[in-house]
Structure formats: structure tokens, C-alpha cells
């Protein structure tokens, strides 16, 4: 028997004993070391995905740790390698699949959602989500190779050139690994939050960032750019007003890449859209090679994984953690610590 998180209703969490099986055929039996909560948890703790996830849930996608047992018909892994896991399971034969866009299969199977997911003592996992982690990477650093390739799909999908004016909205950490993501692409970034201590990290990262409670957002863009607008806009804050905000900054033909997961309609200027030649972009999770770069950024440090941990906290404690993620503001990462890694770990 090992030890899982669970969703049971909502804002209810508890840790249970689960049953460990032995892996099957293709299957590897990982012992998951950290585990990132996200945003997307959030929302399955707030009850919002009731309709999707079937509780009781064993949740967690952000992870890193190392295998512990083989299945048969596996090769290339053997215990002890420390892996990472891309959490999709597709089937290869609807629309999506067949035009090549796997990542959104019309019947997906988002493994830490649709089913049982890494915030537990043992968990397996088909071999071909694995990504095998460099030895340089401690594993708590490695937990955010999985928000990271979050953030190298939606700066691919928004086609971000070196050069280009972008403004993040909403300094998070997603939106944060996308600021630093499409700087690395030579981009020049601006980051919009309102929390303090969110725009604090972010310019200790070396990045602007601005508080769009304190300055008018679009006027400053208009003074940064010479009145040209952004190139590029993300919408990473989940807000009316951050839709309102990465409109308006957009300059002709410029591109709005919508990266939060909206519970509600939201009103949106379609006239600037029209006047301007505007783009709306969609970006959802990520394929393999957005994980592969992933995992070379955090490994060379262009991701320093480790300024964005807040906090890490042992398997039992982790229902107090989602309540303290609630709040935002002072937090940005905490990372659940399975009991089966400890180099790297934060204080």
C-alpha cells in the first residue's frame, strides 16, 4: 500500500492508502519525488471539473522522480533512472490524432485529470510518457519542466520572433516561464500582475514588470513601442479585465495567444480586432518537443526552477497547501514532496 492525494468534493482533499500493481505490458511503476500544484488543480479543488474528474482522484501532473519497476515489452528505462512524465494518453484515431494534432485528441486522457495522477507514492504510467532527466537537474527543479513546456508551446503557438514587443498578462508562474521563454526567444517582455511580491520575483528574474492597478497599461505600451502597440499579447491571468488589458495593448496585425482557462464567457472588442487585423490564438498543454526543450531549459538554467519554489511541503500536508495557493499573492510554486527524493529540496 502507498500513500495518495485525493480529491473527494469540493475543497476536499485527503491522503489515503492506495494499492500499488505490479507495471504491465509497456507500463513503468515510477516513485514520483515532487509534484507541482497548478492552476488546473486549483480548479478541479474548487469543484469547477466535477463534470470531468471522477472522484475519488488522485491528483498531480507536475512531477518528476525515479522508476522503481519495469513492465514487460519496456525498453530503454530500468530502475533508477530519473524521469519526468509528458501526462497525455491519446488514441490515435479521432480527427485531432489523424491530422497530427495528438496533444488535443478529441478523447484525450490528461493523465493527473482523467485519471489517477502523480500525488501518491508509486504511480504507472505508460513508458511513452517518459522523458529521461539529465543527472545536473535536482528533482525538485525538475517538477517544473512540465509548467515549462506549457510556456515553450504557448511562445510557439503565438510564432514569437526575436525582436518582438510582448506583454504577459497575469505574472504567475506560468506567465512567468512564458516571459522568460520568449525573452530567451529575443524577445522584449513586459509582465503585467498586480500582486507585489509577483512583480518583485519577476524583476529580480530581470524582467518589467508593471502594476496595472498603479499605471495605465495601454498607454504605457503605446510610450514603449512609439505608438506602434505589441507584437504579442498573453493572456495568462484568467480575468475579465487581463482580456480587456491584452486587447487593448496589441498593435496592428498584432497576436493575442489565450493561455488561461476562462470558467466563464468573456466580452471581448471585436472592433479593435477588425480595425487592428487582430489574431486570437488558442494554446493547450504541449507535444514531445515542447517537453524536450523544456527540460534543456531547466537544465541550463535559462529556467532558474529553483527562484520560483515557494515552498515544499510533505505528502500529508499537501490538502493545507492548495488552501495557502488560494490566496496567490506572496506564493508561486509549492511543490509536494512524495518522500522518495530530497537532493535540491528547498528549506
Known sequence: MTLAVRYTAARTLDTAPTESSPPGPGEVEVAPAYVGICGTDLHIFHGDMDARVQAPAVLGHEMSGRIVRVGPEVEGWQPGDAVTVMPLRWDDSCPACRAGHRHICQHLDFIGI????????????????????????????????????????????????????????????????????????????????????????????????????AVDVPDLVRQWTDDAGADVAFEVSGAAGGVDTAVDVLGVRGRLCLVAIHPRPREINLHRFFWRELTLVGARLYDRSDFERAVTLVADGTIPADRLISKVVPLTEAPSAFTALEGGGDVMKILVDCGNGTEGAQA
Not at 514587443?165 to 521563454?181: C, D, E, M, Q, T
Open 114 to 213: 482523467d485519471s489517477p495522477g502523480a500525488m501518491q507514492q508509486r504511480w504507472t504510467v505508460p513508458a511513452a510518457t517518459l522523458l529521461r532527466l539529465p543527472d545536473s537537474v535536482a528533482l525538485d527543479r525538475a517538477a517544473l519542466v512540465e509548467p515549462t513546456a506549457v510556456a515553450v508551446h504557448d511562445v510557439g503557438r503565438a510564432e514569437v520572433r526575436g525582436g518582438e514587443r510582448v506583454v504577459v498578462v497575469g505574472g504567475g508562474p506560468v506567465g512567468v516561464l512564458i516571459a522568460l521563454v520568449a525573452q530567451a526567444a529575443g524577445a522584449d517582455v513586459r509582465v503585467v500582475e498586480l500582486s507585489a511580491h509577483r512583480r518583485l520575483l519577476a524583476e529580480e528574474l530581470g524582467l518589467t514588470a508593471w502594476d496595472p492597478a
